[in-house]
Structures are given as structure tokens and as C-alpha cells.
């Protein structure tokens, strides 16, 4: 029994020993995910970065592994690399990648007293950065970095390492390399860092936002002492001289290098995203898949740089103005809003998520002493509208820093020819440094209020209702429901439904929705273009369902194309470094409605702007021509949107805060005419003032040959050869008071509609 232990035992040791060596062979042979040549661990800039192109083939961005700047060996100053290995690796000479000493530390004390990755190992890191791995993928990837780290030590010496390493590493503010640190928080070159500067650049490492020296001087001085205690202890420098060097205060001569952002931040950003995908499915002649970052892709898109340009300003322009009264509001002003039960929990769940709070958490402090840190002032820089770089250098406590943050207004704005589904400016947000969060793309869903209206109505319209029809304006009974439902505007009585649209009338949306039915109605929602669940609830008539911005303007294609519904597209082609094309993307079209329908719609959609809840934008913004759109506002006033379109450009716009809690107290400010509206209207405003546009104003819409707007009706009220500019329209400067719902409509008819995000 004894010897079959035995043997079994050794059985398991050897088929260990098998299978950890087939695993490293499978690894190194890059059987488990495409392993870097030696080529490319020596020299990372060998990677060729990919372009991307706008649709005038001018370069608007680069994506790449590292942006940063070399040094050589000898133009790094000794106390930079003294500091670092007596920090990080203090056997760095002995080992040769691996650390069997730290590692087994790190296993046995679960961490506690350190990691286990030598230099070699973080250099290997550094150069391919693992993408999120699972918690079963982690362990092939620490094992792929050691083979990595192993190569590294067999092909370079070590002046070359700890140098490549210094080269790669990140630091604080977003800057790469020893060179580009020493230049921005000491405004010299690394060959002249002195042993404290060094020790601050290097404590840095363990958490380059906590120990950022310009954002929290406190902390960093502490963390800077700690490594000059290291240099010490493993002497690099003697007691005197550590305890002299200790005393020094923390002095930076910060000097920030101009990077600039860029044209279209969050597009690029998405276009990052998508090509990503894209090169996962197409491989190589070798038979490996592209990699976006270094095989030089020639990635083509349909953005205008003209209109990208004054996408961004208009947005700019009106949220500028819209916080500032934002800001004014006694809650947002006073700060008491955070005080109440969910703002406060919603402000505890943003501490518990930052950086700040993982890298202490990670550190080993106790929740009394992170409190602490984020009630105590440090300097740091923050957002503002107060000048162009919307940027400020300040002092405040870091939860006072969340809620500034958190506090300002958000936008996401989409420019599209709806004919070509060709995207032409694409603004996520008001700052994609200080806020990456798009507010466009597919993921981002928010309740669109009343821009839903016009899907609904179109779908009246092509099952035989006649703009001409009247509506009723009362309370609704749907089947199956216990209650009837009503959302406002019974005051008015039954009326047309292009007056309805017009005015943006509740009422009348559920009794169109009870007429044409609900799953009907989520059907046709669905054939154009909108992927988001929308329950089978009376709500969705008014917008209570969650849409991104994407989602919508696909939408609403089909009414200036004639009923061709149009998916949006950012893409144009992908060509190799050698210029040979990849892969070309066209327009995905289909039609919807017939052109008819589409045109009656445009004619309603034309009188929100003439007559209804747009009825300020062109007087205001000076445009002229037909424009079609439609208002949004949810409830609380915690969305606000404007989709509209001309015969040739397609845009909306939405304004609205990340918590949801954050909102204008008033329908006046915070309704969709007031605050998204004025973004569509500048942007156009600017776009028709350029004599350098191809886009002009005034344009009419062509129509359909016969084209009756009354037609058939079902209803009784309308005339068949009425014309539409001589219907009733009860002409008046309405608000758009009826385009939110009563209290607790909404939230009654559609349980969970305003939730935090």
C-alpha cells in the first residue's frame, strides 16, 4: 500500500512536471495566443501603429501600443535605477527573469508582503498589457509573461532591460518613459534627477494616480520617503544621506507636454473598438489575426473634419451656458443633494470604484484611513467651463472632487447623411479627457421621451390613418391593464393628429398605441434599426423604454429618404501597410414605408418645428428650408432630446446627467426644446455660415408624385383634398409642458424606468 502511495505520488509529480513543460512549450510556440517575436520584445517601436483616415483622407489619429519618448542607458540618472531596483527588485542582478524567492513569498502570503513580478516581468507586461483576463485566463497569462521575461533575460543584458523598462513604464498624467516624467514633473532630463526627484518618480510606480505628486503632494512625499528608506536599506545610500534627503520638501517644476486631444475623441475611440473586433476574425497570410495596434492598418471613415469641427463646438457652446444654470440650483449649489438616502449611496458607490480608492484599498489600508484620505484637501485638476482648455489646477478633498465631477451636465450629439448611413461628426461627451463615457454609441441607453412618437405614428399612418384624422385625447383603457392610463393632454380635446405630434400631446400617443397594438408597435421598432428591449407596457408610447442615441437616429432615416431605412456607418474600407485593401463596407438599406408615408411624416414633423415644441429653432438660429424633428423630455426632466433633419443631414442630440438625480427642477430649462435642441441649432447654424460647407440652407424636400397629405382617413373630421398648411393647427407659442408626464405616470405604467446608472 506504502509503495503504491509512492508511486502514485510520483506519478502525479511527473505528469506535473510533463504537463507545466507542455504547457510553456505550447506557450512559447504561441499555440495559446500569439507570442511577440524577439524583434518586437527588443524593440516595441518596430510595431507599425495603424491610421485612421477622415472621409477627406486627412490623418486624424494613430493607434499604437505606447506613445513615449527613449533614452539611452547612459542618459538615466544612477539614482533612477539605484531607486528602482531597491524598490521593486532588489535581486535584479541575480535572477534571471523569474524570482523563485518572491514568488513563493507571494504565494505563501497571499500578497500581503509584496507581488512576486521581478523588473523583467513588468518589462514584459508593459510591452503587451493583458486585456481583462478572466480569473481561469490569469494564470496561462502570468505564465506567457514569465517565458516572455526568460527571453528578455537570455537576449538582453541588463543595462538594456532596466533601460527598455524605463522606457515603457507609465507614470502619472498620462505620460510614458522616464524621459517624458522627468520632463513634465521636473521640467529637466532624467540624466539630472536627483536622489529625492528619482525616489518620487519611482514610488509613482506603485500607483500613478495615487502617488501622483501634482494631484496628492501628501501622499506622494510619504511614498518618496519610503523609497529613499529602500535605497538605504539596501545601500545606495547611507543613513546621513537617506535622512538629509528625507527632509527635503516635495518641490516640482511641473511643466505638462502639449498633447493635444485630437479631433473627434470619442469617434476614434469607437472606431478603436470596432476594428478590434474586426481583426479578431481576419488573420494574416501567416494565419494570424491583425492586431490593430502594430501591423499599420489603413482604417478609412466617413467623418467630416469640417462638421466633426462644429459638432464639437456646439456642443460646447450650449452646455457651457446650460451649466451655469445647472449650477445654480440651490441643491447642486448648496452640495445638500448628496445628502439625500440615494444621491449618498450613489456617491459611496463612486468612491468605492476609483482609482484612488482600489490602489489604497489594494495597499492594504483600513476603510478609516481611505475615509480619511478622501476627506482631506489635496491639489489636483478638475474640469471647467471657465476656460478654453477646460482644465483648472485646484485644491479640494477628493469627495468633494466626485461630486463637482459628477455635476456636470452631460451630451452626446450624431451627425449622419441618412441616405448613405455615413456618420460626419460624432460628439460622446463635453471632455473625453476628464469624462470618457459616450453618451452615443450603442451601449449607452437612456429613456428618449417623445422622440419615440414619431415611430409610432408612423406606423398609424401606414396602416391607413390620415394625418388629418382626429384623436382622441382621453384617458386610456388597455386590455389586459386593471387601470386606465392618463398621461396628460385630455384638455384638449380630440384633435388632429398632426396637431397632436405638434404639441407632443401624451394622450393621444396611447390611443394610437391602443389602436395599433403594443407588440405591433415593438415589431416595427424593431425592422428600424432599435435593438433595445422595450416591454410590452403602454409607457413605450411615451419613451419611458431605454434607447441609445445610435438606436434613434437609425430610426428616423427612413423619413427623409422616402422610407428607406439606413443603418448608420463610420467605416469606408481597412487597407494593409501596403495599401491593399482588406475589407470595403457598404450601405446596409432597407425600405420600410413607402414614400408616401415617409412624406406625410416629414409634413408632420415639419409642423414640431414650424408650430410645436421645436417652434424656436430656426427663428433662433436663423435656418430656413423644411427641417423635421421632434422634442424629448423624460420624467424629472432627466433627459432631454431633439432629433431633426434636413433633405440632407440627419442629427440629434441629447443632454441629460449620468446620475439621474442631477437635474433641472424645471421643465422650462430642462425640457428638450431648451436644453438639447440648441446644440442641433448651432450646429447647423455654423455649418450654413461656412461658405467652405457643401451643405446649405433653405432646401425643400422633394414630393411624391400624387402626394395627398389627407388621403383616406378612417376618421371622420378631415377632408380628403384638405391642404395641410390650412388645418386647424391651434397655433400657439406652446412650451413643451406636454411633452413630460404628470407625476408618477410614467413610473406607474412601467415599474424601474428611473433607475441610477
Known amino acids: 500500500m506504502k509503495r503504491k502511495l509512492i508511486r502514485f505520488m510520483w506519478t502525479i509529480f511527473v505528469v506535473g512536471i510533463v504537463l507545466f513543460a507542455a504547457i510553456i512549450f505550447g506557450i512559447e510556440k504561441g499555440y495559446m495566443g500569439e507570442m511577440p517575436s524577439m524583434e518586437e520584445l527588443e524593440n516595441p517601436s518596430a510595431a507599425t501603429a495603424s491610421e485612421i483616415y477622415a472621409d477627406d483622407k486627412s490623418l486624424i489619429g494613430k493607434y499604437y501600443i505606447l506613445n513615449r519618448s527613449n533614452s539611452t542607458y547612459d542618459e538615466i540618472s544612477k539614482n533612477v535605477t539605484n531607486a528602482l531596483i531597491a524598490t521593486e527588485d532588489f535581486r535584479f542582478e541575480e535572477h534571471s527573469g523569474i524570482d523563485g524567492v518572491s514568488v513563493l513569498r507571494a504565494v505563501l502570503l497571499l500578497g500581503k508582503k509584496g507581488g512576486g513580478s521581478t523588473i523583467t516581468q513588468q518589462l514584459a507586461k508593459n510591452l503587451f498589457p493583458r486585456e481583462n483576463p478572466s480569473f481561469f485566463q490569469l494564470p496561462f497569462v502570468k505564465l506567457k509573461e514569465w517565458v516572455m521575461a526568460v527571453k528578455l533575460e537570455r537576449n538582453l543584458t541588463k543595462k538594456e532591460i532596466i533601460t527598455l523598462y524605463l522606457n515603457t513604464v507609465p507614470f502619472g498624467d498620462n505620460t510614458y518613459g522616464i524621459k517624458n516624467a522627468s520632463l513634465t514633473f521636473f521640467n529637466k532630463n532624467p540624466d539630472k534627477l536627483s536622489v529625492e526627484e528619482a525616489a518620487v518618480l519611482v514610488g509613482m510606480l506603485k500607483g500613478n494616480t495615487l502617488y501622483n505628486p501634482r494631484r496628492n503632494p501628501d501622499i506622494a512625499l510619504e511614498r518618496r520617503n519610503i523609497v529613499i528608506d529602500q535605497m538605504q536599506k539596501y545601500n545606495y545610500l547611507t543613513a546621513s544621506e537617506a535622512q538629509s534627503y528625507k527632509a527635503k520638501p516635495l518641490t516640482l517644476d511641473y511643466n505638462k507636454l502639449v498633447q493635444s486631444d485630437g479631433l473627434a475623441p470619442y469617434f476614434r475611440q469607437i472606431v478603436e473598438q470596432e476594428v478590434k473586433k474586426w481583426c479578431k476574425t481576419h488573420t494574416k497570410e501567416n494565419g494570424e489575426p491583425y492586431n490593430i495596434y502594430k501591423d499599420g492598418l489603413k482604417i478609412y471613415t466617413t467623418i467630416d473634419p469640417l462638421l466633426q469641427q462644429y459638432a464639437e463646438e456646439a456642443v460646447d457652446e450650449q452646455m457651457k451656458q446650460l451649466q451655469r444654470l445647472f449650477a ?99 460628439v460622446g461627451g463635453i471632455s473625453h479627457e476628464f469624462f470618457k463615457y459616450d453618451h452615443v454609441n450603442l451601449a449607452t441607453k437612456r429613456q428618449v421621451g417623445s422622440t419615440i412618437k414619431p415611430l409610432l405614428y408612423c406606423l398609424a399612418v ?161 435656418l430656413s428650408g423644411d427641417i423635421g424633428g421632434k422634442t424629448g423630455t423624460t420624467n424629472g426632466q432627466a433627459d432631454a432630446w431633439f432629433i431633426g433633419y434636413t433633405p440632407e443631414l440627419l442629427a440629434g442630440a441629447w443632454v441629460g446627467n449620468d446620475d439621474r438625480f442631477l437635474r433641472f427642477n424645471s421643465t422650462a430649462l430642462g425640457q428638450g426644446a431648451a436644453a438639447a435642441l440648441p446644440v442641433w441649432g448651432y450646429f447647423f447654424q455654423k455649418v450654413y455660415n461656412d461658405p467652405r460647407s457643401k451643405y446649405k440652407n433653405g432646401l425643400k424636400f422633394t414630393e411624391p408624385e400624387g402626394f395627398n397629405f389627407c388621403g383616406d382617413s378612417y376618421g371622420s373630421s378631415a377632408g380628403g383634398g384638405t391642404s395641410y398648411y390650412e388645418q386647424e393647427y391651434e397655433v400657439q407659442r406652446t412650451t413643451e409642458e406636454d411633452d413630460t408626464t404628470e407625476e408618477g405616470d410614467i413610473i406607474e405604467m412601467m415599474p424601474n424606468t428611473d433607475q441610477f446608472q
Not at 449618498?344 to 482609482?355: F, G, I, P, T, Y
Not at 484612488?356 to 495597499?363: A, E, G, L, Q, S
Not at 407632443?504 to 435593438?531: D, H, K, M, P, W
Not at 428607406?564 to 467605416?571: W, Y
Open 328 to 426: 445654480s440650483q440651490a441643491q447642486i449649489r448648496s452640495g445638500s443633494i448628496w445628502k439625500q438616502e440615494q444621491p449618498a449611496r450613489v456617491l459611496k458607490r463612486h468612491m468605492e470604484s476609483s482609482d484612488r480608492y482600489k490602489t489604497m484599498k489594494d495597499n492594504g489600508f483600513s476603510e478609516k484611513e481611505i475615509e480619511k484620505a478622501f476627506n482631506t484637501k489635496t491639489r489636483m485638476t478638475v474640469f471647467t467651463w471657465s476656460n478654453k482648455d477646460h482644465e483648472k489646477d485646484t485644491t479640494m478633498t477628493p469627495i468633494d472632487s466626485i461630486k463637482y465631477m459628477r455635476s456636470f451636465m452631460q451630451a452626446g450629439f450624431l451627425v449622419m447623411d441618412p441616405m448613405t448611413g455615413e456618420i460626419k461628426a460624432w
Open 462 to 622: 401606414d396602416n391607413g390613418y390620415s394625418p388629418c384624422d382626429n384623436v382622441s385625447t382621453a384617458a386610456q383603457k388597455f386590455a389586459g391593464q386593471a387601470k386606465l392610463y392618463n398621461a396628460g393632454g385630455s384638455k384638449n380635446g380630440s384633435m388632429s393628429m398632426q396637431s397632436a405630434l405638434a404639441k407632443s400631446v401624451n394622450n393621444a400617443s396611447l390611443y394610437l398605441l391602443n389602436q395599433t397594438g403594443i407588440r405591433s408597435f415593438i415589431e416595427f421598432s424593431q425592422r428600424c434599426g432599435i435593438s433595445s428591449t422595450m416591454p410590452e407596457l403602454p409607457s413605450i408610447a411615451l419613451g419611458a423604454s431605454e434607447i441609445s442615441l445610435y438606436e434613434m437616429l437609425w430610426a428616423y432615416t427612413m423619413f427623409p429618404t422616402g422610407g428607406i431605412n439606413t443603418q448608420p456607418r463610420f467605416l469606408v474600407k481597412i487597407e494593409d501597410r501596403n495599401g491593399n485593401v482588406l475589407e470595403n463596407f457598404a450601405p446596409v438599406q432597407k425600405e420600410i414605408i413607402n414614400s408616401n408615408t415617409a412624406y406625410k411624416m416629414v409634413k408632420m414633423m415639419e409642423g414640431v418645428v414650424d408650430h410645436g415644441t421645436a417652434h424656436r429653432l430656426k427663428g433662433r438660429f436663423g
